[in-house]
């Protein structure tokens, strides 16, 4: 079955610093990649919506200045978490929809970023 | 997107087999029903998916009453690798930007011995 990758699988990194996340769709092409964050023992909270081409569209409460972004391919979306201060630290998974097939989306690893 | 509601937790024994309800009241004509499997520090994972009656695949089961406002995830003799969170997501048949993919609570199983 199709397979969504996210690199870096954990990251720590110091406060003030940008850590940047891949999501990649190995086998298909994704015109629409979600990002999540999900915290200990709670549901993944939708952040935004990556649209290949064109702008994200975020959720409210979510700034997109600070969480940044770009669908550059059919296969790669990047967040880019900028500024990273503690509260940052989370659990990051993208999901993907393949390209012109309806139902399934395919969830990545998940990325865990520590903020010291 | 249709709202979902699932019960928070429920506990089983190993062979035992384990059914998790979902509500969708407000599901539309061209929504699917999904569930997912997640297990901690993990991405969810894809189970099944139905838009009515019945669906069975080589892990599950999901039943699906005819008003589609409700669906039931059935898991036969289960062990304790099943225990995770399951998610019971609705959405349209083709997923695109206006189509927001929202997860509810989710239902902790916990298999015991």
């Known amino acids: 079955g199709a397979v969504v990758s996210q690199h870096p699988s954990w990251v720590i990194c110091k406060s003030g610093t940008s850590v940047k996340i891949e999501c990649r769709s190995l086998?298909?092409?994704?015109?629409?990649m979600f990002w999540y964050r999900q915290f200990p023992k709670q549901s993944l909270m939708l952040m935004a919506t990556?649209?290949?081409?064109?702008?994200?569209?975020?959720e409210q409460g979510v700034e997109k200045d600070k969480f940044l972004i770009n669908h550059a391919s059919l296969t790669l979306s990047t967040l880019t978490v900028t500024s990273a201060h503690p509260e940052d630290s989370s659990f990051y998974i993208c999901?993907?929809?393949?390209?012109?097939?309806?139902?399934?989306?395919?969830f990545g690893e998940g990325s865990r970023l520590t903020v010291l | 997107l249709a709202k979902t509601t699932q019960p928070i937790s429920m506990d089983s024994y190993e062979g035992q087999e384990v059914n998790i309800t979902c509500s969708h009241n407000n599901i539309a004509t061209n929504d699917y029903i999904t569930w997912y499997q997640q297990f901690p520090s993990q991405g969810p994972r894809f189970i099944i998916q139905?838009?009515?009656t019945k669906v069975t695949n080589e892990v599950a089961s999901l039943f699906i009453p005819a008003d589609r406002k409700s669906s039931t995830l059935s898991l036969p003799r289960v062990s304790l690798s099943d225990t995770a969170v399951y998610y019971c997501l609705v959405g349209p048949f083709r997923y695109s930007s206006a189509s927001k993919i929202i997860f509810g609570s989710g239902t902790r199983l916990s298999i015991r011995p």
């Open positions: 999901s993907a929809h393949q390209r012109g097939i309806a139902g399934e989306l395919f």
């Open positions: 086998d298909f092409q994704a015109t629409t």
């Open positions: 139905g838009y009515k």
């Open positions: 990556s649209n290949e081409g064109s702008k994200a569209t975020y």
